[in-house]
């Protein structure tokens, strides 16, 4: 495949990109020369279609090309068979109509007949053929284009996709690989072939009769296509408003449809509504001055080219009447006309549809452009993983330049052993994961493994080496099967059932009607909270990583089954380093350290009998928590008390009078 094209500072920057590609484009006058930015997407498509590891395809262009130009040529035959025809019916008629009865149909008529048969059928199947064979190039150029843009998106840092709506972003997608489609064919198959037509349809006009007509021809494409591009140039900025409201109100919607139980809770169906409709409204409105301004598009051209039209045929039926002309030029100069309407119709709709294409595409080419804020080194090595000792050096973290998260943060994992991170929440707890599965890139320190800085080897290793159950567990709209093999792809069907079975899910899959086949759906909301925690358990288990990272792992659980999945990650995590975000302290009580942080900040470490023994802060968390969980069991021994005095709708001990 086409090696993926990706604007960077070692590659090619943007400004390099529109400075190449305005070499095509010099010629047209300064106002019509396209934008920096439509410039880089072009150049960027050429590689695409013209992919210099693939020979076939670069053969099937030339083949194609070759079928356009043959094509064109059988084409400007057919109005020279409208002459010859005509030509010879008058001259069998002796001019005027044959008496009734009389047989005409003398062999030049018949033959030149025949001729336009076949030259219009040869020039139909050469057209076929050539987009028939040209669709393999184009396809392959949507193809390539839209995989890199994919798979640029996922190299792109966590920042990029966090300021950013994930329904925008697979607009942008779906409507680039669309523009590249329109473009490709456009540019291939309609622009060239219509200019390779122009200078064919001038130059027999040339040959046929003389200057006037090419002056009038020439000076009718150039109008045409002067108000074709200006009127395009305003259709394109309201096609861009309707994008831009179509894009909102298709985000809208997903992040809506994403939140259905939310929506559901607060009863908001009519508010969601409403702000749905605001973003119709725009592209309503824009939509119809779309279509407002097609109109309008349309009729310019028509009397644009109806008036060069009757110019060339007053012309012509003066040459006829004078002698100069016979009245088979006169038809053949109306063939000619009718025949290049449809090119230089073409030539309206193929400027459209690439300025529509351009803007499409503009998007997924801002995408392109993004450089990922984390980048391998180009010489870095993958991580070597002995005993998996994990160690912050004074790290220094800012998510904003004014907005400091960790604060000279020092401290140290052990190979083999269970650190849990604690603290108030906005302490930088979980900020800890993101920067060791290196999301983000520390401001000062390092933190390494094994004593390696994570910067100085590969992302792929660096996660390949780690396990992490998050705190909000999303699964892909797929099959359990899929979601736990998702851990490790080549693991066979025994493995998955040993992992569901460590993670003590086992039992509610094998109940289920299509067990393992069972799709979870949109982000597993098929399955419970407790379920989706566990698949995601399963998943890490699969896995089996070195280092495990679990975020909050059991926040979604009820108390008896956090017990019990406690006891599996417990099992887990046995011999391996193992670092704890936690909420609820009673899960790490048997950690080997747990650190406290408060504000960035390392303020107390130490075991669980430690820390309650300094009566600090970790002591509060720990004394207010267990406020909190005998405040809830009261609550509920209350509410069973009460529920067990309830009778047939009477209090037990309370008669009706």
């Given amino acids: 495949m086409q090696k993926p094209f990706h604007l960077t500072p070692d590659s090619v920057s943007p400004a390099a990109v529109a400075l190449s590609a305005a070499r095509y484009f010099s010629w047209l006058p300064q106002g019509l020369q396209p934008s920096p930015k439509q410039l880089q997407a072009i150049d960027g498509l050429l590689p695409y279609v013209w992919p210099k590891d693939r020979p076939d395809l670069q053969r099937t262009v030339m083949i194609s090309l070759g079928l356009m130009l043959l094509a064109k040529l059988v084409t400007i035959m057919m109005p020279f068979t409208y002459k010859w025809a005509t030509d010879a019916l008058v001259a069998a ?30 020039m139909t199947l050469l057209a ?12 392959h150029a949507v193809r390539s284009l839209a995989l890199s843009t994919f798979d640029h998106m996922h190299r792109l840092s966590l920042r ?28 291939l198959m309609v622009l060239i072939p219509t200019i390779v037509e122009f200078v064919l349809v001038l130059a027999v006009c040339a040959f046929e009769f003389d200057w006037r007509y090419v002056l009038v021809i020439t000076a009718m494409i150039v109008a045409y296509l002067w108000f074709t591009i200006k009127a395009t140039e305003w259709r394109v900025a309201i096609r861009k408003t309707m994008n831009d409201s179509d894009s909102d109100a298709n985000t809208k919607a997903i992040d809506s449809l994403l939140n259905y139980e939310t929506v559901k809770y607060f009863g908001a169906e009519k508010r969601e509504a409403e702000r749905y409709d605001k973003s119709l409204v725009l592209y309503e409105k824009a939509s119809v001055k779309t279509y407002t301004s097609l109109a309008i598009l349309n009729s310019g051209q028509a009397v644009i080219f109806t008036l060069a039209l009757t110019a ?76 998996g000792t994990v160690r912050f050096d004074d790290v ?29 929440s906005g302490a930088g707890k979980s900020t800890i994961s993101r920067i060791l599965l290196r999301f983000y890139d520390v401001a000062g320190g390092k933190v390494t493994i094994d004593g390696q800085d994570i910067r100085d080897v590969t992302q792929a290793s660096l996660r390949a080496a780690m396990g992490v159950v998050p705190q909000d567990t999303v699964l892909f709209n797929d099959s359990i099967m899929y979601n736990v093999r998702y851990g490790r792809p080549d693991a066979s069907e025994a493995d998955v059932k040993a992992a569901t079975q460590l993670a003590q899910i086992d039992s509610f899959i094998a109940a289920l009607p299509e067990g393992y086949n069972t799709m979870v759906g949109e982000r597993g909301l098929k399955l419970s909270g407790g379920e989706k925690q566990r698949v995601a358990i399963a998943r890490t288990i699969l896995k089996a990583p070195p280092i495990l990272i679990l975020d909050e792992a059991t926040s979604a659980l009820d108390s008896h089954t956090e017990k019990e999945i406690q006891d599996a990650l417990d099992r887990v995590s046995k011999d391996r380093t193992t670092l ?66 309830i009778v047939d709708g009477r209090l037990l001990g309370v008669t009706k009078n």
């Fill in 93 to 122: 008629s002796g001019g005027k109509l044959p008496p009734v009865g009389t047989s005409w149909f003398i062999a030049a008529p018949v033959l030149a007949t025949v001729i336009y048969g076949v030259v219009r059928i040869t």
């Fill in 128 to 139: 076929q053929v050539r987009e028939g064979l040209f669709a393999k190039v184009a396809m």
């Fill in 160 to 187: 990029f996709h966090l300021e950013r709506k994930t329904g925008g972003l697979t607009r942008v997608l779906e409507r680039g690989r669309m523009g590249i489609e329109q473009i490709t064919r456009m540019l």
């Fill in 312 to 387: 060339c045929m007053i012309m012509s039926a003066r040459d006829v009447i004078a002698g100069s002309n016979s009245i088979g030029q006169f038809i053949m100069v109306n063939a000619l006309m009718l025949q290049l309407f449809i090119p230089l119709n073409f030539m309206g709709t193929v400027y459209r549809e690439i300025r529509q294409g351009l803007t499409d595409i503009e998007k997924m080419m801002e995408v392109l452009s993004q450089n990922p804020e984390i980048a391998d080194k180009s010489d870095a090595k993958a991580l070597a993983v002995a005993g």
């Fill in 396 to 424: 220094v973290f800012r998510y904003d330049a004014d907005r400091t998260i960790l604060d000279g943060l020092t401290f140290e994992v052990p190979a083999g052993k269970m650190v849990a991170i604690v603290g108030p």
């Fill in 580 to 645: 704890v975000i936690a909420h609820r302290l009673s899960t790490i009580v048997h950690a080997d350290k747990i650190l406290v942080l408060d504000k960035g900040a390392l303020v107390e470490s130490g075991t669980h009998g430690e820390l309650m023994a300094k009566d600090g802060l970790y002591a509060s968390l720990w004394n207010r928590q267990r406020q909190a969980e005998k405040a809830r069991e009261e609550l509920a021994r209350s509410l069973a008390e009460d529920s067990g005095r």
